[in-house]
């Protein structure tokens, strides 16, 4: 016990909270939380409660880089439909076509005043696309996508789950806690369905992770973010309890569920929102961005 208390120590020492990476990256709170989310900024798990932080080592990392701290903002541009489109070289409607196919997975998004979902995406993901795909981008739509699109409902919701999902996967190796990611995007009665198990279900419950920071108060912006967490297609969901069901098998053969008198509170996602307001606005254009993300692809 001693020793763990060391090492718990140690690297809480050796590593910084959110709020002083983020300065010290020069990243404003929302560019950090990407950069957590898409681990270009990686964190460890140290001190009471296993709450994520950011190491000196990688602080040092980031810093040491030629072209600190355009290059690992560059990174982080995040770009909406209309400029998305600009860049691709491609129409508005055209872009909002690919985007609903799921030819490319947002990244984010957020709900504006009038209740509608406002989506970003990386610029780097766009530019990747644009290299790999340029029969796509001009004429006529192949007749494949073309029918694909017209069958298929509003795909970016589920390109966007499966994107946070495996982020969040990425951020731990505890199989309990990889069964709760898998469970982040079931409603309680799919839950209860993958999860039969009512000590099972809700220690799963406790540890599942958030995967929108509350940015509101209003109940109908909730309502709306509720609408995009959570699986609605009968596949998809079948899919998330497939994964759940083998998740489940690996965490059984690891350690059983704890009686609920000794579990532990829920652990805090590792997207943890940095502490300070912001307005949801885009960082401004790094200069050059364009030939950079040429370059990078």
Same mark, same amino acid.
């Given at each position: 016990?001693?020793?763990?208390?060391?090492?718990?120590?140690?690297?809480?020492?050796?590593?910084?909270?959110?709020?002083?990476?983020?300065?010290?990256?020069?990243?404003?709170?929302?560019?950090?939380?990407?950069?957590?989310?898409?681990?270009?900024?990686?964190?460890?798990?140290?001190?009471?409660?296993?709450?994520?932080?950011?190491?000196?080592?990688?602080?040092?990392?980031?810093?040491?880089?030629?072209?600190?701290?355009?290059?690992?903002?560059?990174?982080?541009?995040?770009?909406?439909?209309?400029?998305?489109?600009?860049?691709?070289?491609?129409?508005?409607?055209?872009?909002?076509?690919?985007?609903?196919?799921?030819?490319?997975?947002?990244?984010?998004?957020?709900?504006?005043?009038?209740?509608?979902?406002?989506?970003?995406?990386?610029?780097?993901?766009?530019? /990747?696309?644009?290299?790999?795909?340029?029969?796509?981008?001009?004429?006529?739509?192949?007749?494949?996508?073309?029918?694909? $699109?017209?069958?298929?409902?509003?795909?970016?919701?589920?390109?966007?789950?499966?994107?946070?999902?495996?982020?969040?996967?990425?951020?731990? /190796?505890?199989?309990?806690?990889?069964?709760?990611?898998?469970?982040?995007? $079931?409603?309680?009665?799919?839950?209860?369905?993958?999860?039969?198990?009512?000590?099972?279900?809700?220690?799963?419950?406790?540890?599942?992770?958030?995967?929108?920071?509350?940015?509101? /108060?209003?109940?109908?912006?909730?309502?709306?973010?509720?609408?995009?967490?959570?699986?609605?297609?009968?596949?998809?969901?079948?899919?998330?309890?497939?994964?759940?069901?083998?998740?489940?098998?690996?965490?059984?053969?690891?350690?059983?569920?704890?009686?609920? /008198?000794?579990?532990?509170?829920?652990?805090?996602?590792?997207?943890?929102?940095?502490?300070?307001?912001?307005?949801?606005?885009?960082?401004?254009?790094?200069?050059?961005?364009?030939?950079?993300?040429?370059?990078?692809?």
């Amino acid at each position: 016990m001693a020793v763990r208390q060391c090492e718990m120590r140690s690297a809480t020492e050796e590593s910084v909270a959110f709020g002083r990476a983020a300065r010290e990256l020069e990243l404003k709170p929302r560019e950090f939380e990407l950069a957590v989310q898409l681990g270009a900024v990686r964190t460890v798990a140290s001190g009471p409660g296993r709450r994520r932080r950011v190491s000196r080592a990688e602080i040092e990392h980031h810093r040491s880089a030629d072209g600190f701290p355009e290059g690992l903002r560059s990174r982080l541009w995040v770009v909406g439909t209309a400029e998305g489109a600009e860049l691709m070289g491609i129409s508005p409607a055209r872009f909002g076509r690919l985007a609903r196919g799921g030819c490319f997975a947002p990244v984010r998004f957020y709900v504006n005043r009038y209740r509608a979902v406002v989506w970003h995406y990386l610029a780097a993901d766009l530019v /990747d696309f644009a290299d790999r795909n340029p029969e796509l981008l001009t004429g006529r739509t192949p007749s494949l996508l073309r029918t694909a $699109l017209e069958e298929r409902e509003d795909r970016r919701g589920r390109s966007w789950r499966a994107r946070r999902i495996d982020q969040l996967l990425a951020q731990t /190796d505890d199989p309990w806690e990889r069964a709760a990611v898998t469970a982040s995007v $079931l409603t309680p009665e799919d839950l209860a369905a993958g999860v039969p198990d009512e000590n099972e279900r809700a220690y799963v419950t406790g540890l599942r992770p958030t995967l929108v920071p509350a940015r509101s /108060d209003a109940m109908a912006a909730h309502e709306v973010i509720e609408s995009v967490i959570l699986a609605e297609d009968p596949d998809e969901i079948e899919w998330h309890r497939h994964r759940l069901t083998a998740a489940l098998a690996q965490a059984r053969a690891v350690r059983p569920a704890p009686a609920p /008198d000794v579990r532990p509170g829920p652990v805090p996602s590792p997207a943890e929102p940095v502490t300070g307001t912001e307005a949801v606005t885009e960082p401004v254009r790094p200069r050059g961005l364009w030939d950079w993300l040429r370059r990078r692809t």
